[in-house]
């Protein structure tokens, strides 16, 4: 049972309560509009409180200052979800029942989180310019990382080219272009933007009574000067067709994208149905596209669908020899038919809403699972607990998930194929 509490307007504080886990977690993030003048800055920002606090100047300081905490972790949290981005962090920490006797970890642990968010080591009145510039080429690594690996540029690029006017094709940690552009000062003003500005999730999941994280939160967040401005609701997908688009780079395997759009989103009755029909297209090791195009018929290297719910997007992506595109656009196609056409045994049927169920019942397992489930159906627009998610995904019939899969349209293609 989650507990909401809003500690200021535009501040929500939401508690899990559980005494399962030895560890609890606290993240606190800052929600921003998805645009691609933000996003790059919005990933530094984190990064750069991370490098020091007024009484913490170094990492060194802030590591001893966590293993006084016996052993706390925290780190930067980024996500994009929907139309929105978070910017934030993510600690982890003892409980106070496994602590020395007279120890106490959550009070101090939210007194050095508040540190980290509020009271950054400055120069000059603004971020330091050695650290800025170090977390610029961190950030640089990671979103050239990204474009290293084959398969995550593949179905980035193809996300880009399906959402062109989409805050969706935007990548999750901007772009080069964006991040060569930050200065110290642009990132503290725009740090200090994001504390004024941002609508705040706060998530606790630990033994502590909700009205007692509260009281040690919200004394962090009195300071603030606030004039928030509130997001406007997820929405769906409604780009037109992106056609098909072709690019060429040095590789030895092909990287085939295919999109497809739905009016069926996870603020929808039938996304239990999308779930479950998505898992009997491609989700998976036992779906149509793994086991007839893959195992049977081996016209891929790999291959499988993944379902965007809070904006109504599926995505197929396979690697594949050069000369296979057109057989294997054609038979993700016709599996696709056969899905909406109900061809699929009830034994596909109980392999798929099993495999669902499984992935559901363990989010009970980790405290930080259970952040991420509840958080991220907070920010798209979902309600359900993994409970009554479960309950919907059994109720699925035959003819629930092949309505849900007719409802799939292709919108664009995209092919990643080796220099001529």
Same mark, same amino acid.
């Given at each position: ?251 030895? &395997? $092909?990287?085939? !994208?295919?999109?497809? %759009? #739905?009016?069926?989103?996870?603020? /929808?009755?039938?996304? =239990? ?34 379902? &965007? $719910?809070?904006? !109504?997007?599926?995505? %197929? #992506?396979?690697?594949?020899?050069? /000369?296979?595109?057109? =057989? ?93």
């Amino acid at each position: 049972m989650i507990q909401t509490i809003e500690l200021f307007p535009g501040i929500i504080l939401r508690c899990c309560r559980s005494d399962r886990f030895k560890q609890g977690c606290l993240s606190v993030q800052f929600l921003r509009k998805m645009c691609r003048e933000e996003a790059a800055i919005n990933a530094l920002i984190p990064a750069l409180l991370l490098r020091g606090t007024k009484s913490c100047p170094d990492l060194r300081a802030i590591t001893l200052r966590l293993d006084d905490l016996y052993g706390a972790a925290v780190g930067t949290q980024v996500r994009r979800v929907g139309d929105y981005q978070t910017t934030g962090l993510y600690c982890g920490f003892m409980e106070d029942a496994y602590a020395l006797p007279g120890d106490q970890v959550l009070e101090p642990m939210v007194a050095f989180l508040g540190e980290l968010l509020f009271c950054p080591v400055l120069e000059n009145g603004i971020f330091r310019a050695d650290f800025v510039e170090s977390e610029k080429r961190n950030l640089s690594l990671a979103i050239e990382a990204q474009r290293n690996d084959k398969r995550v540029y593949a179905a980035g690029r193809l996300l880009e080219k399906m959402c062109s006017a989409d805050s969706f094709g935007i990548p999750r940690l901007g772009t080069r272009e964006e991040e060569e552009k930050i200065t110290p000062q642009r990132a503290y003003d725009h740090y200090r933007k994001v504390l004024r500005e941002s609508p705040v999730e706060i998530f606790y999941v630990g033994a502590a009574q909700p009205e007692q994280v509260a009281a040690l939160i919200k004394p962090l967040f009195a300071r603030l000067d606030r004039s928030y401005v509130n997001l406007p609701p997820q929405t769906g997908f409604s780009d037109p067709p992106g056609g098909s688009h072709c690019e060429e780079m040095d590789v030895a &395997q $092909g990287r085939l !994208g295919m999109g497809f %759009v #739905t009016d069926i989103t996870l603020r /929808d009755h039938r996304f =239990a149905a999308m779930q479950v029909a998505n898992v009997l297209f491609g989700g998976g090791m036992t779906s149509k596209l793994f086991m007839q195009i893959r195992e049977e018929q081996s016209l891929c290297y790999d291959i499988g669908s993944g379902y &965007q $719910g809070s904006k !109504g997007i599926v995505t %197929v #992506t396979a690697g594949i020899d050069f /000369d296979k595109e057109a =057989a294997v656009k054609a038979q993700v196609l016709e599996l696709l038919r056969q899905c909406a056409a109900g061809e699929f045994t009830e034994e596909e049927l109980i392999s798929a809403k099993q495999a669902l169920i499984s992935q559901l019942q363990g989010i009970h397992d980790s405290a930080g699972a259970i952040e991420n489930y509840y958080v991220s159906g907070v920010l798209s627009g979902m309600d359900k607990t993994p409970e009554e998610y479960i309950r919907a995904v059994e109720k699925v019939t035959a003819e629930a998930a092949a309505q849900a899969a007719g409802t799939l349209q292709l919108h664009t293609q995209y092919f990643l194929k080796g220099v001529r």
